[in-house]
């Protein structure tokens, strides 16, 4: 099946797709900075460059979205056109998340993924109820914590 844009139009599409403040990733920087907790911004010197690093818990959060990130939710779909580029495009995102979350975990950072799931879409969840999960995280001992929507 062909592209239903012409390659200058889809070209544009895809250049306006951020990487960084995103609206899901936003949404979390407010609520989480309301309740007070303060944070750095995509640290580079950490792998993966983490959304949000909060030095004082040793924690970072990744706001990820379900399709550039392949998480297995209702979100989620494999593109029809060009099949082959983008199994390769994901898997290769997949497994560098992956890499750099196993990387962090191993000097000491914790780290919580949140998925775009569990803020948009059919099964998305409270955001108040996704900032008191990454409370409760924070506040805890524990290493991992992923939050995605219900379904």
Known sequence: MSDVHSPATRSRNMSAIRGKDTKPEMLIRRALHARGFRFRLHNRALPGSPDLVLPKYRATIFVHGCFWHR?????????????????????????????????????????????????????????????????????????????AGDS
């Open 71 to 147: 998480h297995a939710c209702p979100m989620f779909h494999w593109p029809s056109s060009r099949e082959e580029f983008w199994r390769e495009k994901l898997n290769a995102n997949y497994e560098r998340d992956e890499r750099n979350i196993n990387l962090l975990l191993n000097v000491g950072w914790r780290v919580a993924v949140v998925w775009e799931c569990s803020i948009r879409g059919k099964h998305r969840k409270d955001l108040s109820a996704v900032v008191d999960e990454l409370s409760d995280w924070l506040a805890s001992d524990q290493h991992f914590l992923t939050v």
